[in-house]
């Protein structure tokens, strides 16, 4: 039992039914609150949206990989940018010369801060970067992978010291409950319905990442135009036999994340 | 801001790649001039990355929102000040030295924000009286100490208040490590002598973080040229460094011995009274009912650096505004709790236990043995109070720790705390073990 007959029944449809050619269109929507679920991230998630509005403290968040980092940062800058402040996302990963020039925008969402560990240049220009941002009574927002006890071995004590001053939060893994709740809000914003007992089955077959997840959702989204077929369990045990493993994350929903 | 530039970046978010609008885009600002269009960015690589990614996108959106076809560029700046003058000081292009004066003083640091305890007043008493008589009384003045102990602060108090007696004065307040940027950079744009007269030239010197220019040959002969100028012309200098600068490897000895000429004061760690008197202060400065009882269990447990207390503090406001609830001791237990964990995980007793006996050169064994002679019997006392101080453990727990029971440890701890108030070499020892642990 299990995938198998999932295959066998969807087969004479896929022979016998033309595939519907889907639009060369790809879901290009911002990420933004809407699509993220908070779970056990609420309140993180509530103070960093109070950020965007301009109000302080200027905050550090971390958390593993695939825990939404990304994706919060970029939605922080975009609504603040909605509100009339000037705001940027400004990812580490690209290295030290990406770094002068934001001094005077209102806030910055950082991200990648695990970069500045063992690379003193980088670390050297977000201390500055920092500074100048705190003198103009500026806010930022810092995301790395490793927290703050992490961090202190690869980086210099002022940055360490500054890093500490900043209202720390941790992102907590989504529970299954998230992970459903994740799944159903990104299939909300592409349009898919996705009834609960799908999401259910996504999150108990598939690794427990929301960046797998939702990668597999944009797969899902494509192969369901294609066969024009709703997404089902059985439709997705097929679609999942045919990948020929776990299908790459999008670089779209994850960024650096 | 002209009116074309908002819809462009939403049509330009519906047409490229999620995100990248974000981080290339958004941040650019734009100048129109006729059918003519300018884009500034922050810097070289942005520059860069629209330049070969994303310019036909902008222009045609551009184009379709104006009406006609316009020609776009992009270069380094922003709409305030345009090309080349952000505000790195790193002295490159032509931006004028003078634009390094005053500007960089923080006005939020003053003598009347800073707070004092036992462990900063020294160096809070030599800045008031520099600043009320600078270049006379102690110069330069050097106030040493580890990152997030005010020292920054302290400088720029020193600043504003002479700012604030002479508003002509010309103060500089400079990082070591942009001095040396704007040094290297006056010397590739062909502007050292510019770069000398500026420095030498000022009122007041503050620089920040000297123990940046260790190894830096060339820029410690330069500072050194313009130190003995300044100095000689009754200029005061103001320096902060992370350790006391004799103690600097790679500092030209004639810049050691010169760093300490006037005053040389540090700044500690501050104590319990002194961390919650900076956890209530700061409390009142963000307008935040802070109850004492709550300020003393964060500065029980944190005790390392100011901006700790301030990071703990931050996140107490916060959690408070969005749940609504009042700050009492056990919301902050609670909301606090990855964070005092890791503080009680830095420090075990076993930890206290492996820092005395190195320090009295004792085995660990003999704290917890049944040696009572004054050579054991004191670091023993020592690592007791220490634990009590320290960790979360109670006088049993301590005691069991050391083969003792509870009633030892209590003496112990009054012991030690009395022969902290009579002998000075005493309290250095037990503030020295103390410090190596937390650090």
């Known amino acids: 039992m299990g995938e198998q007959p999932a295959v066998q029944r969807l087969q004479p449809q896929a022979v016998n039914t033309p595939l519907q050619l889907p639009l060369g269109v790809r879901w290009l929507r911002a990420p933004d609150f809407s699509t993220f679920a908070p779970d056990d991230n609420a309140e993180t998630v509530a103070a960093l949206r109070d950020t965007a509005a301009g109000n302080g403290p200027s905050s550090f968040v971390h958390g593993a990989s695939g825990r939404g980092k990304t994706h919060l940062l970029q939605a922080v800058a975009r609504l603040a940018h909605g509100r009339g402040l000037r705001s940027a996302y400004l990812p580490l990963s690209l290295g030290v010369d990406a770094v002068p020039g934001y001094e005077d925008f209102e806030l910055v969402c950082i991200d990648a801060a695990e970069a500045t560990a063992g690379d003193p240049a980088l670390a050297l220009a977000l201390l500055r970067l920092m500074d100048a941002l705190t003198d103009r009574a500026h806010h930022f927002i810092i995301a790395s992978q490793l927290g703050l006890d992490g961090l202190h071995r690869g980086i210099r004590d002022d940055l360490y010291t500054r890093l500490a001053a900043c209202s720390v939060h941790a992102l907590k893994p989504l529970s299954d409950g998230g992970l459903r709740d994740a799944l159903q809000r990104q299939a909300h914003a592409r349009g898919l319905a996705l009834q609960p007992t799908v999401a259910d089955y996504l999150v108990r077959h598939l690794p427990r990442d929301a960046g797998t997840l939702v990668a597999t959702l944009d797969g899902l989204d494509q192969a369901s135009l294609s066969a024009a077929h709703r997404v089902t369990i059985p439709f997705i045990r097929a679609w999942l036999a045919r990948q020929t493993g776990v299908p790459g994350r999008s670089s779209a929903q994850t960024g650096s994340d | ?439």
């Not at chain 2, 939020?108 to 809070?124: D, M």
């Not at chain 2, 100095?231 to 006391?244: E, F, N």
């Not at chain 2, 269990?297 to 505004?321: D, P, Y």
Request: proline share 4%.
């Open chain 2, 1 to 439: 801001m002209d009116d074309i530039w908002e819809p462009c970046l939403k049509r330009l978010e519906n047409e490229l790649d999620t995100g990248e609008v974000g981080t290339w885009i958004r941040p650019l600002r734009m100048l129109r001039n006729g059918a003519h269009i300018t884009l500034l960015a922050p810097n070289r690589v942005v520059v860069e990355r629209v330049r070969d990614g994303y310019m036909n996108a902008v222009r045609r959106q551009l184009s379709l929102l104006a009406g006609y076809d316009v020609s776009v560029d992009i270069t380094i700046g922003n709409a305030a000040a345009p090309a080349g003058s952000s505000a790195d000081t790193s002295g490159n292009d032509g931006t004028p030295f003078d634009s390094y004066l005053k500007g960089r003083l923080n006005p939020t640091y003053t003598f009347t924000s800073f707070v004092e305890g036992k462990s900063n007043s020294q160096a809070r008493a030599a800045s008031e009286l520099v600043s009320a008589n600078p270049g006379t009384s102690y110069n330069p003045l050097l106030i040493y100490g580890e990152s997030g102990l005010g020292k920054t602060h302290l400088m720029h108090s020193i600043g504003n208040a002479i700012l604030a007696r002479q508003p002509d004065a010309r103060i500089v307040y400079v990082g070591a490590e942009q001095w040396f940027n704007q040094m290297v950079s006056a010397i590739r744009y062909a502007r050292q002598t510019e770069f000398k007269n500026f420095y030498r030239s000022v009122d007041t010197l503050l620089i920040d973080d000297i123990h940046f220019l260790a190894g830096k040959e060339h820029s410690q002969e330069e500072f050194f040229h313009t130190f003995n100028v300044l100095i000689d012309g009754h200029k005061q200098i103001v320096l902060t460094c992370d350790r006391y600068p004799r103690e600097l490897n790679q500092l030209d000895d004639r810049l050691k011995s010169r760093f300490t000429w006037g005053l040389s004061v540090p700044i500690e760690p501050p104590d319990l009274e002194t961390r919650v008197a900076i956890l209530l202060n700061k409390a009142e400065v963000l307008g935040v009912h802070l109850p004492r009882e709550v300020a003393m269990l964060v500065a029980q447990r944190i005790r390392t650096n100011v901006r700790e207390l301030e990071g703990a503090l931050h996140r107490l406001n916060a959690s408070s505004k969005l749940t609504g609830q009042q700050i009492t001791e056990e919301f902050a237990r609670f909301c606090l709790r990855d964070m005092l964990a890791t503080y009680d995980r830095q420090i075990s007793i076993d930890s206290i236990k492996k820092c005395v006996a190195e320090h009295y050169k004792l085995r660990i064994a003999d704290l917890s043995s049944k040696r009572r002679t004054r050579s054991v019997a004191r670091p023993r006392q020592i690592a007791m109070a220490l634990a009590k101080e320290l960790t979360q453990h109670s006088y049993p727990e301590i005691g069991e720790a050391f083969n003792k029971d509870h009633t030892t440890v209590l003496h112990a701890c009054r012991k030690v705390q009395e022969l902290r108030e009579a002998d000075v070499q005493i309290n250095e020892e037990y503030e020295t073990l103390q410090r190596n642990l937390i650090s």
